[in-house]
């Protein structure tokens, strides 16, 4: 079994920035992909980024050039960097891994604020 872990949302101004975490334990910690996807307030949930395990990077057009996704040494981490934030940002953020059976992991989500 593999569990995601989120960390590192909060509240920000406009403009600012965030460093979102996921860690992975558990077993078989090898994923051909690990993302970062959001869930605003009466939207669908929407990838937001995404990396392969060949570190090919994969990112929705409203975030190009402000976020950046990247993995940990460890290769069960991964982080998303997001900068120059607006309020438009707002969501739960939420870890996914796939691995090379088929299997799909969520984590609980952390709220990202971003105020005006």
């Known amino acids: 079994q593999v569990q995601l872990v989120e960390s590192g949302g909060g509240l920000v101004q406009a403009g600012g920035s965030l460093r979102l975490s996921c860690a992975a334990s558990?077993?078989?910690?090898?994923?051909?992909?690990m993302g970062w996807y959001r869930q605003a307030p009466g939207n669908e949930r929407e990838l937001v980024a995404d990396?392969?395990?060949?570190?090919?990077?994969n990112y929705v057009d409203s975030v190009k050039g402000r976020f950046t996704i990247s993995k940990g040494g460890a290769r069960n981490t991964v982080y998303l960097q997001m900068n120059s934030l607006k309020p438009e940002d707002t969501a739960v953020y939420y870890c996914?891994?796939?691995?090379?059976?088929?299997?799909?992991?969520w984590g609980k989500g952390t709220l990202v604020t971003v105020s005006s």
């Open positions: 990396i392969t395990f060949g570190d090919s990077t």
């Open positions: 558990g077993t078989a910690l090898i994923f051909n992909t």
């Open positions: 996914n891994a796939r691995n090379p059976y088929g299997n799909i992991y």
